[in-house]
């Protein structure tokens, strides 16, 4: 198993950009499909972006495409998320998951709630003021 730690978080003003970073621990990270999932206060967590293992596949929470961007280096240990054009409904704590028993299109359409993959990191903030 890894073990995930996410970072990058922090307040930025509407319109304007961050990138998280999940740092992964393990051997086995290469064979892992990886995530990023938000929770709003007061919300269930929801997907935000899934990416295969070798990074052949993204997927996309429609509320994000065209403004977020899923990446990986295998080689690092490390999945980011580069976030664009943010706004105020951006603002929740983002979660990068990873799981080697599905892919990353399961990972996209699964039912909430949504915490049952193998691997998770503790969270970071994102706050989007207006």
């Known amino acids: 198993q890894v073990q995930l730690q996410e970072s990058g978080g922090g307040l930025v003003q509407a319109g304007g950009s961050l990138r998280l970073s999940c740092a992964a621990s393990?051997?086995?990270?290469?064979?892992?499909?990886m995530g990023w999932f938000r929770q709003a206060p007061g919300k269930e967590r929801e997907f935000v972006t899934a990416?295969?293992?070798?990074?052949?596949?993204?997927y996309y929470a429609d509320s994000v495409k065209g403004r977020f961007t899923i990446s990986r280096d295998n080689a690092k240990n490390t999945v980011y998320l580069q976030m664009n054009s943010l706004k105020p409904e951006d603002t929740a704590v983002y979660y990068c998951a990873g799981d080697p028993r599905i892919t990353a299109m399961a990972m996209s359409v699964l039912s909430a709630p949504i915490n049952n993959l193998d691997a998770w990191g503790q969270g970071t903030l994102v706050t989007v003021s207006s």
């Open positions: 393990g051997r086995t990270f290469s064979s892992y499909a």
């Open positions: 990416i295969g293992w070798n990074a052949g596949n993204t």
